[in-house]
């Protein structure tokens, strides 16, 4: 039974021919994003891991079983206002971009409730914390692994589309290299069609069989053929929904509303608006873009995100639902509470308060041990090491724009990454767990909630950041130990 990529021994010659057929393939089945190349259109192999990476099951089993309650705390806390304004108050005094999601948030709720129903496409990403010193790749005892919530993200929750194709392909390389596995170990995995099911349930809802799903993007996008395959797996039961694509500039040029809030974009009516871009500043480079995002907000299309849903995708309500006594507000079941509060890292606000400056002391005193996480999605943006020593001594006027989050140290394993730039050579590398998960419902009424799937990306240890597009870490599979 294989259970390590350490334990796999092969000729140079045949890694790379095993490599070889890896990249046709993961181009043959779309495990792809378009070459950074300015103005190709060339797709080229995402990076990819060449090996599964060892999870036991028992870790990924309490990550999915802990989805549901997580999207619907998540959806319980949007729909509070006095918490989200509470939480981000001192935020939105320091954070530009937070301030103009904010100022969105206030000019939805002065309208008045037009479209009840939020719909969510979340992925809860977490890390195997080690709690012992041992060597990469080194098998350890499930109990001495910590399951870690790294962050919760609420918008352009990707990659389900390409991780959708992976486990074949690591079934195809690990059969290649001549180890056995049981089918269970790396189980079928079906990401994008849970969440294409979700899409197309969002716009039954909307009740007008001639309205479209609108795709949110960016005018540049590397990561197309991720979203492309959501896209397909609509069109492979409901062929006759249109999906358009735009960028908010273009919709606040075409888009105007109805006489009852509809959107349109020229004379097409939007069921459900679908964001994969607009989760950073430098998604909304002119008026036109926030003006666009506003439009979309004001209507009674079916928001994924709504500006609430991307509120609390916030690392500073991450930060204040682990504080004691704030989970049991939201959730009445001990156990559920319990469930949630044993996947939390130490999580320390920067707020101008007495704990904020005895956080910026523990920092500061050992920066190491901590990370400094600002109110963003997408990889790049944290502080490390000297980095946060280097901010919090000169721009700490700033730091309410930010949390302090207990630096995880993961589980190291060996394998073979397949990315530019990074040498193709065993080596040690740490993943992280993303689960995915669909949630429709309104302030009455929970109308889905279903855990779908999961993501894996690796990296090689060391590395601080972990976005894919970003260029930090690549695709890979969880192979299941029991």
Sequence with gaps: MATSVK?????????????????????????????????????????????????????LQQAKDSMVHFSRLMHKVALDHNFLEASLKNVIKVDEFMKNLWDIYLKVREKGVIQPLHF??????????????????????????????????????????????????????????????????????????KIAEGLIKAWELYRNPNAVILYIVSSSERNIIDQRWL??????THPHIRVLR????????????G???????????????????GYTAENYKTN????????????????????????????????????????????????????????????YT???????????????????????????????????????????TQHSSEREAYILMQRIFPWQQKNYLVKTGVPFEL????????????YIGSEEEEVVNYECGHMMRTKISGTDEGGIVAGFAVLDTPLIIF
Excluded at 154 to 172: K, N, P, Y
Excluded at 259 to 277: C, G, K, P
Excluded at 325 to 342: M, N, Y
């Design 288 to 347: 036109k873009e926030w003006e666009g995002r506003l439009l979309v907000e004001l209507s009674k299309c079916i928001k994924c995100p709504s500006i609430q849903y991307q509120l609390v995708g916030a690392k500073k309500i991450q930060q204040e639902l682990a504080q004691p006594g704030v989970l049991e507000k939201f959730i009445p079941d001990p156990h559920v509470v319990k469930i949630i509060r044993a996947t939390f890292a130490d999580l």
């Design 350 to 392: 920067l707020d101008f308060v007495p704990e904020g400056d005895e956080a910026v002391k523990k920092a500061l005193s050992t920066p190491d041990k901590f990370v400094l996480k600002p109110q963003r999605e997408g990889g790049g943006h944290n502080l490390y090491s000297e980095a946060i020593t280097q901010f919090l």
């Design 120 to 193: 969510g496409i979340f992925r809860n990403d977490f890390m195997m914390n080690c709690l012992d010193t041992v060597g990469a790749g080194e098998i350890v005892s499930a109990d001495r692994l910590e399951l870690k919530q790294i962050e919760f993200n609420a918008i352009s929750s990707s990659f389900a589309g390409l991780t959708e194709q992976m486990a074949d392909l690591h079934r195809l390389t690990l059969g290649m290299c001549g180890k056995s596995f049981e089918n269970k170990q790396i189980p079928i995995n079906i990401p994008a069609t």
């Design 427 to 438: 080596s040690t590398v740490v993943s992280e767990l993303g689960i995915y998960g669909v």
């Design 7 to 59: 334990e796999i021994n092969l000729t140079e010659r045949r890694l790379e021919e095993i490599l070889d057929v890896a990249n046709d393939w993961s181009l043959s089945h779309g495990i792809c994003i378009m070459s950074d190349d300015v103005g190709s259109k060339k797709a080229v192999p995402a990076p990819y891991s060449l090996f599964p990476s060892v999870v036991p099951a028992s870790v």
């Design 246 to 257: 735009r960028t908010f500039a273009e919709i606040n040029d075409t888009g105007h509303l």
């Design 259 to 277: 006489s009852e809030h509809q959107l349109f974009i020229n004379e097409d009516e939007v069921a459900v608006s679908y964001l994969r871009d």
């Design 231 to 236: 896209e397909f797996n609509v069109y492979k």
